[in-house]
């Protein structure tokens, strides 16, 4: 009886520090899933957002179904896309996957200071 008792305190190992590694390994693996696969996904989605707030007429899309078009109507959460001269179809924002040509936008060049107290007066 003295026997097995020995063998099992030597499987048990040295110290207390037996029951802290697992826990150890653990938080190292959700650390590594976190920075290997929850942040970047996150940072694709705001990317995605990003984009999708940022589209405006003229722009020329993909959807995610693999739709080439032109945005000519932007409304809250719909787009709509020409296809085709005179063919026109109202997408979802979240289903547009990329835009591939942004539209030429006209900049807005401010006035100087100086040109602006005299455009007042």
Request: hydrophobic share 40%; glycine share 10%.
């Amino acid at each position: 009886m003295g026997r097995s008792t020995t063998v099992l305190y030597l499987a048990a190992g040295p110290g207390g520090a037996g029951g802290l590694t697992p826990i150890l390994m653990i938080a190292l693996l959700f650390g590594v899933m976190y920075f290997m696969m929850i942040r970047p996904q996150q940072k694709r989605r705001r990317d995605a957002e990003q984009m999708q707030s940022a589209l405006s007429p003229g722009d020329e899309v993909v959807t995610i179904g693999g739709l080439y078009g032109t945005v000519t109507e932007v409304d809250d959460d719909t787009v709509l896309l020409e296809v085709a001269p005179g063919v026109q179809t109202r997408y979802a924002r979240p289903a547009i996957a990329r835009v591939t040509t942004r539209a030429e936008r006209p900049e807005t060049i401010e006035p100087a200071p100086e040109e602006a107290d005299a455009v007042k007066e």
